[in-house]
């Protein structure tokens, strides 16, 4: 049988805590196939930023595997560095380097690549992100969605078999926002990268998301496409949340459109 992707098979991650231990992540599976854009979707506090972190392999498994492109990550027999797993990350600050330019960012990573490989990558990498004429400039020069463009450049370059993206919007303003989602989106489409994004906003979900995974008390309710959380919610909280925003995004609404058409 083929494996998926990425899978998490019954994973729980637990904080320990004074006096208790904090169960955040229960007995959670995941699948997603190569190239697929898979979204965590759910209130703050459910869990969303540690599933990253440990898929990542910032945080041991309680139990559970975590299996990426046929390697076990994590599990009991062994637990994989996180320098060494091919996952790259991107997070709401975009930490860059203030004292570096675009390009000295952007090849930050690839410092063990040859002069001119490493020089051809960060021109690809400008190219993907439509950013060659910003090359030389600082963060402080650019707009908060350019910075993130650079962040999603730098964290490319050096060809994740995976990227988690961790409210890459957040601090942008609403119409930035929902225009770099689905920029990001393309980009990662072209980039044919497999990727997993957190968020507690909706539109930002259905606006880049393949799968989405409406989570409640660090278990996923519903692992399903845009279409099918908006048309057959599992239950009554997937129901409430996917009706919470009044203002469905452009795509959930093409969506919708295409599929009765
Ligand atoms: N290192 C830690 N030690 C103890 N508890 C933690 C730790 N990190 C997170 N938590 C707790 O675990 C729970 C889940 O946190 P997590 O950051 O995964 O949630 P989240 O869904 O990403 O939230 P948000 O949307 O606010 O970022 C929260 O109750 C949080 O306080």
Redesign the pocket.
């Known amino acids: 049988m083929k494996q998926p992707f990425l899978e998490l098979r019954d994973i729980s991650v637990v ?3 004074p006096g208790e231990s ?1 169960c ?2 229960n007995r959670l599976d995941l699948q997603l196939e190569q190239g697929e854009i898979g979204c ?1 979707l ?12 440990a898929i990542a392999g910032f ?1 041991p498994l309680q139990s559970g595997t975590i299996r990426l492109a046929g390697r076990e990550l994590s599990g009991d027999s062994q637990q994989i560095a996180p320098e060494q797993r091919g996952v790259g990350m991107m997070f709401q600050d975009y930490a860059l380097f203030p004292h570096l330019t675009v390009e000295k960012n952007i090849g930050f990573g690839l410092r063990r690549w040859n002069k001119q490989e490493r020089a051809a990558r960060v021109d690809e990498m400008l190219e993907l992100v439509g950013l060659p004429a910003e090359r030389k400039r600082y963060p402080h020069e650019l707009s908060g969605g350019q910075q993130q463009r650079v962040a999603l450049a730098r964290a490319l370059a050096p060809s994740p078999s995976l990227l988690l993206l ?2 890459p919007f957040s601090n942008l303003d609403v119409d930035t926002r929902e225009r770099l989602a689905f920029e990001v989106r393309d980009i990662l489409k072209q980039a044919g990268l497999t990727a997993i994004l ?1 968020t ?1 906003n909706q539109a930002e979900a259905f606006a880049i998301a393949d799968r989405i995974g409406v ?1 409640q008390q ?1 278990q996923i309710v519903q692992w399903g496409t845009p279409l099918q959380l908006h048309e057959q919610p599992a239950n009554d909280f997937v129901a409430d949340f996917v009706r919470r925003e009044a203002l469905l995004s452009q795509r959930a609404q093409a969506l919708v459109r295409s599929a009765s058409a």
């Open positions: 904080y320990p805590c904090l955040v992540v965590l759910g209130a703050s506090g459910c869990g969303k930023t540690t599933i990253l972190r945080e961790d409210e957190v507690h989570m660090g």
